[in-house]
Protein backbone atom coordinates (compact mmCIF):
# COMPACT_ATOMS: atom_id res chain seq x y z
CA UNK A 1 0.00 0.00 0.00
CA UNK A 2 1.08 3.47 -0.72
CA UNK A 3 2.50 5.35 1.53
CA UNK A 4 0.16 9.09 3.06
CA UNK A 5 2.83 11.58 2.17
CA UNK A 6 3.38 9.54 -1.34
CA UNK A 7 -0.28 9.79 -2.47
CA UNK A 8 -0.47 13.45 -1.40
CA UNK A 9 2.73 14.27 -3.29
CA UNK A 10 2.08 11.91 -6.11
CA UNK A 11 -0.26 15.11 -7.94
CA UNK A 12 2.54 17.46 -7.15
CA UNK A 13 5.65 15.06 -9.14
CA UNK A 14 5.20 16.23 -12.33
CA UNK A 15 5.19 19.72 -11.37
CA UNK A 16 8.46 19.68 -8.72
CA UNK A 17 10.34 17.72 -11.74
CA UNK A 18 9.69 20.48 -14.34
CA UNK A 19 9.91 23.75 -11.99
CA UNK A 20 12.07 25.87 -13.46
CA UNK A 21 14.40 29.13 -11.49
CA UNK A 22 11.52 31.63 -13.47
CA UNK A 23 8.51 30.38 -11.81
CA UNK A 24 10.14 29.91 -8.16
CA UNK A 25 11.96 33.55 -8.28
CA UNK A 26 9.03 35.33 -9.65
CA UNK A 27 8.53 39.00 -7.81
CA UNK A 28 6.34 39.84 -5.20
CA UNK A 29 2.85 41.68 -6.51
CA UNK A 30 2.94 45.37 -6.44
CA UNK A 31 0.07 45.88 -3.78
CA UNK A 32 1.51 43.24 -1.06
CA UNK A 33 4.12 44.85 1.37
CA UNK A 34 6.96 42.36 1.42
CA UNK A 35 8.17 44.10 4.62
CA UNK A 36 4.95 43.22 6.93
CA UNK A 37 5.99 39.44 6.87
CA UNK A 38 9.46 40.29 7.91
CA UNK A 39 7.98 43.13 11.04
CA UNK A 40 5.51 41.32 12.29
CA UNK A 41 5.42 39.98 15.72
CA UNK A 42 6.62 36.08 16.01
CA UNK A 43 3.68 33.80 17.16
CA UNK A 44 4.44 31.09 19.50
CA UNK A 45 6.21 27.87 18.16
CA UNK A 46 6.57 24.52 19.55
CA UNK A 47 10.46 23.50 20.95
CA UNK A 48 12.95 21.09 19.04
CA UNK A 49 11.71 18.35 21.56
CA UNK A 50 7.94 19.03 20.94
CA UNK A 51 8.31 19.21 17.09
CA UNK A 52 9.75 16.16 16.62
CA UNK A 53 7.15 14.52 18.85
CA UNK A 54 4.46 16.05 16.13
CA UNK A 55 6.74 14.53 13.76
CA UNK A 56 5.95 10.95 14.75
CA UNK A 57 2.77 11.59 15.39
CA UNK A 58 1.56 13.02 12.07
CA UNK A 59 -0.43 11.21 10.10
CA UNK A 60 -0.77 13.32 6.53
CA UNK A 61 1.92 16.16 5.17
CA UNK A 62 -0.67 18.33 5.57
CA UNK A 63 -0.28 18.77 9.49
CA UNK A 64 3.32 19.66 8.80
CA UNK A 65 2.93 22.46 6.11
CA UNK A 66 0.07 23.97 7.79
CA UNK A 67 2.10 24.25 11.16
CA UNK A 68 5.01 25.85 8.77
CA UNK A 69 2.27 28.59 7.76
CA UNK A 70 1.63 29.63 10.80
CA UNK A 71 5.25 30.32 11.94
CA UNK A 72 6.87 33.34 11.12
CA UNK A 73 10.22 32.23 9.59
CA UNK A 74 12.47 34.94 8.48
CA UNK A 75 12.74 38.29 10.10
CA UNK A 76 15.15 41.14 9.20
CA UNK A 77 18.64 42.02 11.21
CA UNK A 78 18.46 45.32 13.32
CA UNK A 79 21.84 45.87 13.25
CA UNK A 80 22.47 44.46 8.95
CA UNK A 81 19.31 44.48 7.55
CA UNK A 82 19.82 41.53 6.25
CA UNK A 83 17.07 38.87 6.07
CA UNK A 84 17.77 36.02 8.78
CA UNK A 85 15.85 33.03 9.64
CA UNK A 86 13.66 33.40 13.07
CA UNK A 87 13.70 31.42 16.68
CA UNK A 88 10.52 29.32 15.01
CA UNK A 89 12.11 28.23 12.01
CA UNK A 90 15.50 27.34 14.03
CA UNK A 91 13.04 25.07 16.26
CA UNK A 92 12.13 23.40 13.40
CA UNK A 93 15.20 22.72 12.28
CA UNK A 94 16.80 21.64 15.38
CA UNK A 95 14.07 19.66 15.99
CA UNK A 96 13.75 17.46 12.52
CA UNK A 97 17.54 16.53 13.60
CA UNK A 98 16.34 15.23 16.72
CA UNK A 99 13.23 13.38 14.96
CA UNK A 100 15.41 11.71 12.64
CA UNK A 101 18.46 11.12 14.63
CA UNK A 102 16.29 9.86 17.59
CA UNK A 103 15.84 6.34 19.39
CA UNK A 104 13.01 4.99 16.88
CA UNK A 105 13.20 3.59 13.81
CA UNK A 106 11.39 5.37 10.94
CA UNK A 107 10.34 3.17 8.03
CA UNK A 108 11.89 4.03 4.51
CA UNK A 109 8.57 5.11 3.21
CA UNK A 110 7.63 7.54 5.50
CA UNK A 111 11.64 9.11 4.88
CA UNK A 112 10.55 9.47 1.07
CA UNK A 113 8.03 11.66 1.74
CA UNK A 114 9.59 13.57 4.71
CA UNK A 115 11.91 14.50 2.03
CA UNK A 116 9.91 15.76 -0.03
CA UNK A 117 9.26 18.59 2.70
CA UNK A 118 12.72 18.69 4.26
CA UNK A 119 14.69 17.79 1.44
CA UNK A 120 13.58 20.65 -0.83
CA UNK A 121 17.08 22.61 -1.09
CA UNK A 122 16.55 26.02 1.04
CA UNK A 123 14.83 24.70 4.08
CA UNK A 124 18.33 21.57 3.91
CA UNK A 125 20.21 24.66 3.57
CA UNK A 126 19.72 24.91 7.19
CA UNK A 127 19.50 21.45 7.98
CA UNK A 128 22.98 20.10 6.61
CA UNK A 129 25.54 22.05 9.19
CA UNK A 130 23.02 20.88 12.04
CA UNK A 131 23.29 17.53 10.99
CA UNK A 132 26.94 17.90 10.25
CA UNK A 133 27.24 18.54 13.80
CA UNK A 134 24.88 15.72 15.19
CA UNK A 135 26.80 12.73 13.18
CA UNK A 136 29.99 13.84 14.43
CA UNK A 137 28.14 13.29 18.06
CA UNK A 138 26.66 9.91 17.00
CA UNK A 139 28.35 7.00 18.57
CA UNK A 140 28.17 3.18 16.54
CA UNK A 141 25.53 2.02 19.01
CA UNK A 142 23.00 4.45 17.68
CA UNK A 143 22.07 1.64 15.05
CA UNK A 144 18.43 3.46 14.13
CA UNK A 145 19.40 6.94 14.10
CA UNK A 146 22.21 5.49 11.42
CA UNK A 147 19.81 3.57 9.52
CA UNK A 148 17.22 6.73 9.40
CA UNK A 149 20.11 9.48 8.50
CA UNK A 150 20.96 6.83 5.50
CA UNK A 151 17.64 6.34 4.06
CA UNK A 152 16.95 9.76 4.30
CA UNK A 153 20.09 11.20 2.27
CA UNK A 154 18.94 8.61 -0.22
CA UNK A 155 15.72 10.64 -1.11
CA UNK A 156 17.47 14.26 -1.55
CA UNK A 157 18.70 14.44 -4.75
CA UNK A 158 22.09 16.16 -6.33
CA UNK A 159 21.70 19.54 -8.15
CA UNK A 160 22.88 17.47 -11.56
CA UNK A 161 20.51 15.05 -11.43
CA UNK A 162 17.38 17.59 -10.39
CA UNK A 163 17.03 20.93 -8.32
CA UNK A 164 13.97 20.73 -6.40
CA UNK A 165 11.25 22.95 -5.31
CA UNK A 166 11.79 25.80 -2.60
CA UNK A 167 10.13 24.92 0.24
CA UNK A 168 9.70 28.97 1.83
CA UNK A 169 7.96 30.32 -1.42
CA UNK A 170 4.62 28.99 -0.03
CA UNK A 171 4.79 30.37 3.28
CA UNK A 172 6.58 34.03 2.67
CA UNK A 173 7.20 36.55 0.05
CA UNK A 174 11.05 37.39 0.49
CA UNK A 175 13.54 34.76 1.77
CA UNK A 176 17.49 34.68 1.95
CA UNK A 177 17.13 32.65 -1.73
CA UNK A 178 15.67 35.44 -3.26
CA UNK A 179 19.04 37.56 -3.16
CA UNK A 180 20.70 38.11 -6.35
CA UNK A 181 23.78 36.75 -5.16
CA UNK A 182 21.63 33.41 -3.79
CA UNK A 183 20.18 32.77 -7.18
CA UNK A 184 23.60 33.29 -9.01
CA UNK A 185 25.55 30.89 -6.66
CA UNK A 186 22.39 28.53 -5.77
CA UNK A 187 24.15 25.15 -7.73
CA UNK A 188 27.24 25.72 -5.82
CA UNK A 189 26.04 25.80 -2.31
CA UNK A 190 23.52 23.33 -3.12
CA UNK A 191 26.43 20.59 -4.11
CA UNK A 192 28.27 21.88 -1.37
CA UNK A 193 25.62 21.40 1.35
CA UNK A 194 25.57 17.69 -0.21
CA UNK A 195 29.01 16.87 -0.33
CA UNK A 196 29.27 18.10 3.03
CA UNK A 197 26.66 15.69 4.73
CA UNK A 198 27.98 12.60 2.70
CA UNK A 199 31.43 13.53 3.87
CA UNK A 200 30.31 13.50 7.96
CA UNK A 201 28.38 10.35 7.23
CA UNK A 202 31.58 8.77 5.46
CA UNK A 203 34.07 10.38 8.09
CA UNK A 204 31.73 9.04 11.27
CA UNK A 205 31.69 6.14 13.77
CA UNK A 206 29.44 4.36 11.37
CA UNK A 207 27.59 1.01 12.51
CA UNK A 208 28.50 -1.57 11.33
CA UNK A 209 25.37 -3.10 9.89
CA UNK A 210 24.91 0.22 7.65
CA UNK A 211 28.34 -0.16 6.48
CA UNK A 212 27.29 -3.14 4.48
CA UNK A 213 24.60 -0.90 2.83
CA UNK A 214 26.35 2.49 2.77
CA UNK A 215 29.50 1.05 0.62
CA UNK A 216 27.61 -0.31 -2.38
CA UNK A 217 25.58 3.24 -2.37
CA UNK A 218 28.27 5.66 -2.01
CA UNK A 219 30.31 3.70 -4.54
CA UNK A 220 27.33 3.68 -7.31
CA UNK A 221 25.66 6.83 -6.54
CA UNK A 222 27.73 9.30 -4.61
CA UNK A 223 31.06 9.48 -5.72
CA UNK A 224 31.00 10.61 -9.03
CA UNK A 225 28.92 13.36 -7.31
CA UNK A 226 31.10 14.64 -4.87
CA UNK A 227 33.62 17.71 -5.83
CA UNK A 228 36.06 16.61 -4.23
CA UNK A 229 35.85 12.24 -4.30
CA UNK A 230 39.53 11.74 -3.31
CA UNK A 231 38.50 13.10 0.21
CA UNK A 232 36.49 9.64 0.52
CA UNK A 233 39.90 7.76 0.16
CA UNK A 234 39.61 7.28 3.76
CA UNK A 235 36.99 5.90 4.25
CA UNK A 236 36.87 3.45 1.43
CA UNK A 237 40.84 2.28 2.30
CA UNK A 238 39.34 1.79 5.99
CA UNK A 239 36.62 -0.14 4.69
CA UNK A 240 39.31 -2.17 2.21
CA UNK A 241 41.43 -3.04 5.17
CA UNK A 242 38.34 -4.09 7.61
CA UNK A 243 37.18 -7.05 6.70
CA UNK A 244 37.21 -9.44 3.25
CA UNK A 245 33.33 -8.94 2.76
CA UNK A 246 33.88 -5.08 3.38
CA UNK A 247 37.13 -5.24 1.03
CA UNK A 248 35.23 -6.61 -1.87
CA UNK A 249 32.33 -4.05 -1.75
CA UNK A 250 34.97 -1.29 -2.02
CA UNK A 251 37.05 -2.88 -4.53
CA UNK A 252 34.92 -0.14 -7.19
CA UNK A 253 35.73 2.94 -5.38
CA UNK A 254 39.55 1.68 -5.07
CA UNK A 255 39.88 1.48 -8.37
CA UNK A 256 38.03 4.51 -9.57
CA UNK A 257 40.49 6.36 -6.65
CA UNK A 258 43.36 4.37 -8.32
CA UNK A 259 42.65 5.15 -12.31
CA UNK A 260 41.24 8.38 -11.96
CA UNK A 261 42.74 10.48 -8.90
CA UNK A 262 46.01 8.57 -9.37
CA UNK A 263 46.19 6.94 -5.59
CA UNK A 264 48.13 4.19 -4.66
CA UNK A 265 47.79 1.07 -2.27
CA UNK A 266 50.65 -0.97 -1.79
CA UNK A 267 50.68 -4.43 -2.27
CA UNK A 268 47.15 -4.10 -3.97
CA UNK A 269 47.17 -7.26 -6.18
CA UNK A 270 48.09 -9.10 -3.18
CA UNK A 271 45.06 -7.41 -1.14
CA UNK A 272 42.93 -8.35 -4.63
CA UNK A 273 44.38 -11.79 -4.51
CA UNK A 274 43.76 -12.81 -1.19
CA UNK A 275 39.65 -11.43 -1.66
CA UNK A 276 39.77 -13.97 -4.39
CA UNK A 277 38.29 -17.21 -2.53
CA UNK A 278 34.94 -19.35 -3.68
CA UNK A 279 33.07 -17.15 -1.43
CA UNK A 280 32.90 -14.54 -3.40
CA UNK A 281 30.99 -16.16 -6.36
CA UNK A 282 28.43 -16.93 -4.04
CA UNK A 283 27.59 -13.57 -3.73
CA UNK A 284 25.13 -11.39 -5.47
CA UNK A 285 27.95 -8.60 -7.10
CA UNK A 286 29.89 -11.15 -8.45
CA UNK A 287 28.87 -10.12 -11.90
CA UNK A 288 30.55 -6.72 -11.11
CA UNK A 289 33.40 -8.04 -9.44
CA UNK A 290 34.59 -10.34 -12.03
CA UNK A 291 34.44 -7.19 -14.14
CA UNK A 292 36.45 -5.14 -11.89
CA UNK A 293 38.85 -8.31 -11.70
CA UNK A 294 39.17 -8.29 -15.87
CA UNK A 295 39.89 -4.52 -15.36
CA UNK A 296 42.65 -4.93 -12.29
CA UNK A 297 44.44 -7.69 -14.97
CA UNK A 298 43.93 -5.84 -18.11
CA UNK A 299 47.26 -3.94 -18.67
CA UNK A 300 49.98 -6.06 -20.39
CA UNK A 301 52.55 -4.36 -17.87
CA UNK A 302 51.33 -6.66 -15.54
CA UNK A 303 54.14 -8.89 -13.85
CA UNK A 304 53.64 -12.69 -15.28
CA UNK A 305 53.61 -14.10 -11.84
CA UNK A 306 50.90 -12.02 -10.94
CA UNK A 307 48.83 -12.70 -13.29
CA UNK A 308 50.02 -16.55 -13.24
CA UNK A 309 49.10 -16.68 -9.92
CA UNK A 310 45.43 -15.16 -10.74
CA UNK A 311 44.82 -17.67 -13.26
CA UNK A 312 45.47 -20.39 -10.84
CA UNK A 313 43.59 -18.85 -8.06
CA UNK A 314 40.55 -18.79 -10.54
CA UNK A 315 40.92 -22.20 -12.11
CA UNK A 316 41.07 -23.92 -8.18
CA UNK A 317 37.76 -21.49 -7.43
CA UNK A 318 36.09 -22.87 -10.56
CA UNK A 319 36.36 -26.51 -8.87
CA UNK A 320 33.73 -25.21 -6.46
CA UNK A 321 31.75 -22.67 -8.19
CA UNK A 322 28.24 -22.53 -8.95
CA UNK A 323 26.93 -22.88 -12.09
CA UNK A 324 26.05 -19.79 -13.38
CA UNK A 325 29.61 -18.21 -12.50
CA UNK A 326 31.72 -21.04 -14.56
CA UNK A 327 30.87 -19.86 -17.80
CA UNK A 328 31.95 -16.23 -17.01
CA UNK A 329 35.63 -17.47 -15.23
CA UNK A 330 36.05 -19.88 -17.82
CA UNK A 331 35.86 -16.61 -20.51
CA UNK A 332 37.90 -14.91 -18.27
CA UNK A 333 41.25 -17.53 -17.94
CA UNK A 334 40.48 -17.89 -21.59
CA UNK A 335 41.19 -13.72 -22.23
CA UNK A 336 43.94 -13.50 -19.93
CA UNK A 337 46.45 -16.12 -21.59
CA UNK A 338 45.42 -14.54 -24.88
CA UNK A 339 46.09 -10.91 -23.19
CA UNK A 340 49.61 -12.19 -21.39
CA UNK A 341 51.27 -14.80 -24.02
CA UNK A 342 53.58 -15.42 -21.30
CA UNK A 343 51.53 -17.33 -19.51
CA UNK A 344 50.79 -19.94 -22.46
CA UNK A 345 52.85 -22.16 -20.48
CA UNK A 346 49.92 -23.05 -18.00
CA UNK A 347 48.71 -24.74 -21.60
CA UNK A 348 50.71 -26.44 -22.81
CA UNK A 349 52.80 -27.89 -19.76
CA UNK A 350 52.32 -30.99 -18.70
CA UNK A 351 49.59 -32.40 -16.53
CA UNK A 352 50.77 -33.66 -12.94
CA UNK A 353 49.97 -36.81 -11.98
CA UNK A 354 48.38 -35.87 -8.65
CA UNK A 355 47.20 -32.88 -6.99
CA UNK A 356 50.04 -33.05 -4.57
CA UNK A 357 52.29 -33.00 -7.29
CA UNK A 358 50.94 -29.53 -8.20
CA UNK A 359 53.69 -27.29 -7.14
CA UNK A 360 51.25 -24.46 -6.59
CA UNK A 361 50.88 -23.56 -3.41
CA UNK A 362 47.32 -22.07 -3.03
CA UNK A 363 47.76 -21.06 0.95
CA UNK A 364 50.45 -18.31 0.00
CA UNK A 365 49.32 -14.89 -0.03
CA UNK A 366 52.88 -12.97 -1.44
CA UNK A 367 52.54 -13.56 -5.31
CA UNK A 368 56.55 -13.52 -5.77
CA UNK A 369 56.15 -17.18 -3.71
CA UNK A 370 53.05 -18.97 -5.34
CA UNK A 371 55.09 -21.03 -7.51
CA UNK A 372 52.21 -20.72 -10.05
CA UNK A 373 54.23 -20.30 -13.52
CA UNK A 374 55.67 -23.79 -12.35
CA UNK A 375 52.42 -25.17 -12.88
CA UNK A 376 49.38 -25.84 -15.06
CA UNK A 377 46.26 -26.00 -16.00
CA UNK A 378 45.25 -29.00 -14.93
CA UNK A 379 41.69 -27.97 -13.51
CA UNK A 380 40.75 -27.21 -17.57
CA UNK A 381 40.92 -31.16 -18.34
CA UNK A 382 39.33 -31.83 -15.07
CA UNK A 383 36.36 -29.48 -16.31
CA UNK A 384 36.16 -30.94 -19.26
CA UNK A 385 33.84 -33.93 -17.55
CA UNK A 386 31.45 -30.95 -16.06
CA UNK A 387 28.13 -32.42 -16.26
CA UNK A 388 27.40 -28.92 -18.18
CA UNK A 389 27.42 -29.02 -21.86
CA UNK A 390 28.32 -25.53 -22.06
CA UNK A 391 30.95 -25.49 -18.99
CA UNK A 392 32.55 -29.05 -20.85
CA UNK A 393 32.75 -27.36 -23.75
CA UNK A 394 34.28 -23.91 -22.83
CA UNK A 395 36.94 -26.07 -20.75
CA UNK A 396 38.54 -27.71 -24.33
CA UNK A 397 40.51 -24.17 -25.01
CA UNK A 398 43.08 -25.40 -23.80
CA UNK A 399 43.27 -28.10 -26.41
CA UNK A 400 43.56 -26.04 -29.50
CA UNK A 401 46.02 -23.44 -30.38
CA UNK A 402 45.25 -19.82 -29.10
CA UNK A 403 42.93 -17.43 -30.33
CA UNK A 404 44.50 -13.77 -30.84
CA UNK A 405 41.10 -11.96 -30.32
CA UNK A 406 39.36 -12.00 -26.62
CA UNK A 407 36.27 -13.35 -26.73
CA UNK A 408 32.86 -11.81 -25.18
CA UNK A 409 32.74 -12.90 -21.55
CA UNK A 410 28.73 -14.00 -20.69
CA UNK A 411 26.99 -13.42 -17.60
CA UNK A 412 24.09 -15.59 -17.19
CA UNK A 413 21.58 -16.10 -13.90
CA UNK A 414 20.54 -19.70 -12.77
CA UNK A 415 17.01 -18.66 -13.42
CA UNK A 416 18.42 -18.82 -17.42
CA UNK A 417 20.73 -21.57 -17.68
CA UNK A 418 18.07 -24.00 -15.58
CA UNK A 419 15.01 -22.57 -18.49
CA UNK A 420 18.01 -23.60 -21.10
CA UNK A 421 18.74 -26.81 -20.06
CA UNK A 422 15.12 -28.21 -19.09
CA UNK A 423 14.27 -26.39 -22.89
CA UNK A 424 16.69 -28.83 -24.54
CA UNK A 425 15.48 -32.23 -26.10
CA UNK A 426 16.62 -35.41 -24.39
CA UNK A 427 18.70 -37.58 -26.54
CA UNK A 428 17.76 -35.07 -29.94
CA UNK A 429 19.79 -34.19 -32.26
CA UNK A 430 20.34 -29.31 -31.86
CA UNK A 431 17.75 -27.18 -33.64
CA UNK A 432 18.49 -24.77 -35.48
CA UNK A 433 18.25 -22.43 -32.60
CA UNK A 434 20.79 -24.24 -30.92
CA UNK A 435 23.39 -23.89 -34.27
CA UNK A 436 22.76 -20.41 -34.41
CA UNK A 437 23.45 -19.70 -31.02
CA UNK A 438 27.10 -22.35 -31.10
CA UNK A 439 28.17 -19.92 -34.05
CA UNK A 440 27.24 -16.50 -32.28
CA UNK A 441 29.06 -17.97 -29.17
CA UNK A 442 32.27 -19.20 -31.21
CA UNK A 443 30.87 -22.77 -29.57
CA UNK A 444 31.42 -24.14 -33.35
CA UNK A 445 34.90 -25.10 -32.97
CA UNK A 446 34.77 -25.67 -28.83
CA UNK A 447 35.04 -29.73 -29.17
CA UNK A 448 37.80 -32.02 -28.58
CA UNK A 449 41.01 -31.87 -30.89
CA UNK A 450 41.53 -34.52 -32.91
CA UNK A 451 38.15 -35.97 -33.64
CA UNK A 452 37.51 -37.28 -36.73
CA UNK A 453 34.28 -35.46 -38.24
CA UNK A 454 31.17 -36.94 -38.92
CA UNK A 455 30.16 -38.16 -42.23
CA UNK A 456 27.34 -36.81 -43.73
CA UNK A 457 23.66 -38.75 -43.48
CA UNK A 458 22.27 -39.61 -46.85
CA UNK A 459 19.62 -37.49 -48.01
CA UNK A 460 16.33 -39.25 -47.83
CA UNK A 461 13.32 -38.67 -49.87
CA UNK A 462 10.25 -36.75 -49.06
CA UNK A 463 12.45 -34.23 -47.40
CA UNK A 464 13.53 -30.99 -48.55
CA UNK A 465 11.95 -29.01 -51.01
CA UNK A 466 8.90 -31.45 -51.30
CA UNK A 467 8.60 -32.18 -47.84
CA UNK A 468 5.36 -31.14 -45.56
CA UNK A 469 4.67 -28.30 -44.05
CA UNK A 470 2.81 -28.90 -41.09
CA UNK A 471 4.21 -32.29 -39.73
CA UNK A 472 3.40 -32.73 -36.21
CA UNK A 473 6.10 -33.35 -33.12
CA UNK A 474 6.97 -36.81 -32.10
CA UNK A 475 6.77 -37.27 -28.15
CA UNK A 476 8.65 -39.91 -27.33
CA UNK A 477 7.53 -41.32 -23.64
CA UNK A 478 10.24 -41.95 -21.25
CA UNK A 479 10.35 -44.91 -19.12
CA UNK A 480 9.57 -44.48 -15.26
CA UNK A 481 11.54 -46.92 -13.00
CA UNK A 482 9.10 -47.99 -10.05
CA UNK A 483 11.87 -50.30 -8.49
CA UNK A 484 13.40 -49.00 -5.17
CA UNK A 485 16.91 -47.51 -5.68
CA UNK A 486 19.29 -50.07 -4.47
CA UNK A 487 23.28 -50.40 -3.97
CA UNK A 488 24.27 -47.27 -2.99
CA UNK A 489 21.90 -46.30 -0.54
CA UNK A 490 23.05 -48.87 1.72
CA UNK A 491 26.76 -47.78 1.41
CA UNK A 492 28.61 -46.13 3.96
CA UNK A 493 29.93 -42.70 2.37
CA UNK A 494 32.40 -40.45 4.05
CA UNK A 495 31.15 -36.47 3.34
CA UNK A 496 33.73 -34.60 1.94
CA UNK A 497 34.65 -31.36 3.88
CA UNK A 498 34.63 -28.58 1.98
CA UNK A 499 37.92 -26.36 3.60
CA UNK A 500 39.82 -29.62 3.23
CA UNK A 501 38.87 -29.68 -0.37
CA UNK A 502 39.61 -26.14 -0.91
CA UNK A 503 42.83 -26.87 0.71
CA UNK A 504 43.76 -29.06 -1.99
Request: hydrophobic fraction near 35%; glycine fraction near 4%; proline fraction near 5%.
Amino acid sequence: MDDDLDRYFHSNKEEEDNHSESESDEEAPDNIDVNYELERAEPPYKLSADFAKFLHSSEYPEDITKYLKSLKLFEKDAKTADTVPTKSLKSVVSGFVHYLLGVKRIQKPVLRGIAKIFGRYDIYHYISPELVKAINNLNESRTSAWFNLFNFLQFVPHPMDRVTKPLFRQFCIRTPFTEKDMKKKKLVWISTDYDNVWMALMNGQISEKITLKLIPYITQNVISRLKTPFKSADFFFKMFDKSDYHGILSLGAIFRLISEHNFEYPKFYDKVYSLTNPSLLYMSQKEAILTLLDSFLSSTHIPTYIVGSFLKRLSRCLLLAPIDAQEPILGLIRNLVIRHPNCSDLVHREQPQTVYDDPFDNTETDLHKTKAMDSSLWEMKLLQCHWNQSVRKRAHFVDKSLQKVESYVRFRCSDELFSVNMAKSFGGEDGEAEKYRKLQDGDDDDEGVGRAPEAKKPRRKGFGKFAPKHEEKVVRAVGINSEVPRGILERNVAVVDAPILWSI
